[in-house]
């Protein structure tokens, strides 16, 4: 019994934390803001309307702080927003001529900016960097729902609970989205 209610206190109080660290919105904007740009970049593939869609998010969140509830963590929530913002803004894409934005899109060498990098040498940059143009080719293939799903397990490094929660779908469903992306690319590599 008691086991149980100190659990159930620290996960009150682990809910607790995540909601005040909303309250310093400017340092949930340092730490989340190149992930959630990171994110937002692969899924459209167009800087300029990932840019405004991250800066959406981050006044969404900031806007609905006080409704967060701290089930799940701050990154998970920000991606949530950020996933639902790509869908509003792919529907709204739907009426438009899809290939005029082509000429827009980001190149992949854009894209390596916003992967995580340590001291590395020329030609392992160099390779990095034609990784990143293989995968980025391999993602224009596929659907938009394997794409975000694979974008957020392993760009973003989220598990198949949080990408459920993300996304609204089953976690079965994000692991057949994920089985088919992952073969697709593993095609193209």
């Given amino acids: ?5 100190t659990a159930d206190i620290d996960m009150m109080a682990e809910r607790e934390r995540r909601v005040l660290a909303l309250e ?3 340092s949930v904007m340092r730490l989340f803001q190149p ?8 899924s459209i593939r167009d800087r300029d309307a990932a ?3 991250t800066q959406d998010c981050f006044l969404k ?13 701050v990154k998970t929530w920000l991606i949530r927003i950020a996933f639902n913002l790509i869908r509003t803004h792919e529907r709204g894409q739907k009426v438009r001529f899809w290939r005029k934005a082509a000429y827009r899109s980001v190149l ?8 995580s ?8 940059q160099i390779i990095a960097k034609e990784k990143v143009e293989i995968v980025h080719k391999a993602l224009k293939g596929l659907s938009t729902r394997q794409r975000s799903v694979f974008v957020m397990r392993f760009i973003e490094d989220l598990d198949i609970a949080e990408i459920a929660k993300v996304t ?22």
Wanted: overall charge negative; aromatic content about 8%.
């Fill in 117 to 124: 990098a340590t001291e590395s040498s020329p030609e392992e």
């Fill in 168 to 189: 609204g779908m089953p976690a079965t469903t994000v692991k057949t989205h994920l089985h088919r992306a992952v073969s697709a690319v593993r095609t193209r590599l």
């Fill in 51 to 53: 840019e405004s869609i």
């Fill in 35 to 42: 992930k959630v740009l990171r994110f937002v970049v692969f």
């Fill in 1 to 5: 019994m008691e086991l149980m209610a």
């Fill in 108 to 115: 992949p060498e854009d894209i390596s900016d916003y992967l």
């Fill in 24 to 26: 310093d919105m400017d």
């Fill in 61 to 73: 969140a900031y806007s609905n702080r006080r409704q967060f509830r701290g089930d799940c963590s």
